[in-house]
T-cell receptor
Framework: GQNIDQPTEMTATEGAIVQINCTYQ??????LFWYQQHAGEAPTFLSY????GLEEKGRFSSFLSRSKGYSYLLLKELQMKDSASYLC?????????????FGTGTRLTVIP | DAGVTQSPTHLIKTRGQHVTLRCSPI?????VSWYQQVLGQGPQFIFQ???????GRGNFPDRFSARQFPNYSSELNVNALLLGDSALYLC???????????FGQGTRLTVV
């Protein structure tokens, strides 16, 4: 089966850096995704990691360690618009279609 | 380019009724997946269709069914609605089975 743990809520200050952690257990690893979801809106794709290491994309970076079952999303130069839920997800080979198994999400609040 | 479109955006149904939700994928995308997102939780996989065939099914009762049409649009049907079916229903499309998913805005279903 699959399991994902991530903090429920985090608060950070505008302009700062925040790291959102995700630990996972999966029967067959085939990639880890991060999505951003603003309240009442659709999740939007942020990053995909399948190999160990850091993937950088502008202000957002994502790290993966497959041996530790661990990933983090790093947000730099925080802006008020970054207030959202951040969803960690792994491919779920158990469904027969490699669809996504999501964690419950981390609700990030950026304060002035 | 139009993204994934879903209709209706909001819906209120009575317990025991039936509902049909619709999804049009991004042009050229052949894979459509359906997810249920209960408030405060991450999306949970329901179905995936690829090239009009069911390719994956999550842990949902038989009251839930879906289909994909020749133009790759899809419908999700839920029979005998329960209060617990109240959720945001998300549709996601992909160009093939192994790329990131692009989500629609969702249909907010309320069962009273």
């Amino acid at each position: 089966g699959q399991n994902i743990d991530q903090p429920t809520e985090m608060t950070a200050t505008e302009g700062a850096i925040v790291q959102i952690n995700c630990t996972y257990q999966t029967s067959g690893f085939n990639g880890l995704f991060w999505y951003q979801q603003h309240a009442g809106e659709a999740p939007t794709f942020l990053s995909y990691n399948v190999l160990d290491g850091l993937e950088e994309k502008g202000r957002f970076s994502s790290f993966l360690s497959r041996s530790k079952g661990y990933s983090y999303l790093l947000l730099k130069e925080l802006q008020m618009k970054d207030s959202a839920s951040y969803l960690c997800a792994v491919r779920d080979p158990g469904t027969g279609a490699n669809n996504l198994f999501f964690g419950t999400g981390t609700r990030l609040t950026v304060i002035p | 380019d139009a993204g994934v479109t879903q209709s209706p955006t909001h819906l209120i149904k009575t317990r025991g009724q039936h509902v049909t939700l619709r999804c049009s994928p991004i042009s050229g995308h052949k894979s459509v997946s359906w997810y249920q997102q209960v408030l405060g939780q991450g999306p949970q996989f329901i179905f995936q269709y690829y090239e009009k065939e069911e390719r994956g099914r999550g842990n949902f009762p038989d009251r839930f069914s879906a289909r994909q049409f020749p133009n790759y649009s899809s419908e999700l049907n839920v029979n005998a609605l329960l209060l617990g079916d109240s959720a945001l229903y998300l549709c996601a499309s992909r160009p093939d089975k192994n790329t990131e998913a692009f989500f629609g805005q969702g249909t907010r279903l309320t069962v009273v």
